[in-house]
């Protein structure tokens, strides 16, 4: 049975740069609307464009891609006339059977770590997360250094980031043709048919892992939502042969999940 229990954040001491700071240490149900609202604007402030550091994202992956391991976030909320979200921690915290609780970074599969903290005030952010979690009725220790991803399951995703393509942009195969789905009604059905493709072509199906398939279900419905999703599905003779989901938008706009035969054409 576990022992850790999330609470309200408090007041800590002042850190070395003077400021004084509050910790709302959350879980994925925890995060409310105006706590994303801020997330989002700090995102914005700091001109983050991966959608991946996007609450709908990342709370969805401490839902269904945490491994096992116990996943909360600490929002580290400079005080003042009004207190101001400067940054978010996404932190495991393991509770070994015989030895102290302790939390680290974390970030889901697939995905390399990532600043979600304002210029300048990261040591001081990471200094008052660790008294926040050495306050708690059951201490918790604090490594601040975030540990290599070990992928769950059988799939390996591979970081956008770390894609190099090889054909121009737009490329269209002859004879196929591509559908750019955005349309939150039609998404629904444009994910399944994209889950079918890759069932019939991949070696390792998304649908056979059932927490990813979930995590590709739910990020693509939120995202539609925002209006910040397309899929992509080219069709040749009549026949589904390739996908690609897209995360974004504008110049932050990722291709997230590919499917097919030959998955790079969509």
């Given at each position: 049975?576990?022992?850790?229990?999330?609470?309200?954040?408090?007041?800590?001491?002042?850190?070395?740069?003077?400021?004084?700071?509050?910790?709302?240490?959350?879980?994925?149900?925890?995060?409310?609307?105006?706590?994303?609202?801020?997330?989002?604007?700090?995102?914005?402030?700091?001109?983050?464009?991966?959608?991946?550091?996007?609450?709908?994202?990342?709370?969805?992956?401490?839902?269904?891609?945490?491994?096992?391991?116990?996943?909360?976030?600490?929002?580290a909320w400079e005080l003042g006339a009004v207190p101001e979200l400067r940054g978010v921690v996404p932190l495991a915290i393991a509770e070994p059977l015989f030895r102290a609780s302790r939390a680290r970074p974390w970030w889901p599969p697939g995905l390399a770590a990532r600043s979600l903290v304002d210029p300048g005030r990261g040591t001081a952010i990471h200094a008052a997360v660790a008294a926040h979690l050495r306050a708690l009725p059951r201490p918790v220790a604090y490594d601040p250094t975030p540990r290599a991803n070990t992928l769950s399951g059988r799939r390996r995703v591979i970081p956008a980031e770390s894609v190099v393509g090889i054909r121009p942009e737009g490329y269209v195969p002859p004879s196929a043709t591509v559908e750019m789905i955005r349309d939150p009604e039609r998404v629904r059905d444009a994910v399944e048919a994209f889950l079918a493709l890759d069932a019939r072509t991949a070696r390792q199906p998304i649908i056979a892992e059932p927490q990813e398939a979930a995590m590709v279900r739910v990020v693509t419905r939120l995202f539609a939502r925002r209006q910040e999703l397309a899929v992509a599905l080219a069709s040749r003779a009549g026949n589904l042969v390739a996908g690609t989901i897209h995360l974004g938008q504008g110049s932050g706009a990722i291709a997230w999940r590919h499917a097919g035969l030959d998955a790079s054409l969509a």
């Open positions: 049975m576990r022992r850790f229990t999330l609470i309200q954040g408090g007041y800590g001491p002042q850190t070395t740069d003077g400021a004084a700071w509050r910790i709302d240490l959350k879980g994925v149900q925890g995060v409310d609307a105006e706590m994303v609202a801020a997330w989002r604007a700090l995102i914005a402030r700091n001109a983050v464009l991966d959608p991946r550091t996007d609450p709908d994202y990342l709370l969805t992956a401490a839902r269904h891609l945490a491994g096992g391991e116990q996943i909360a976030f600490a929002l």
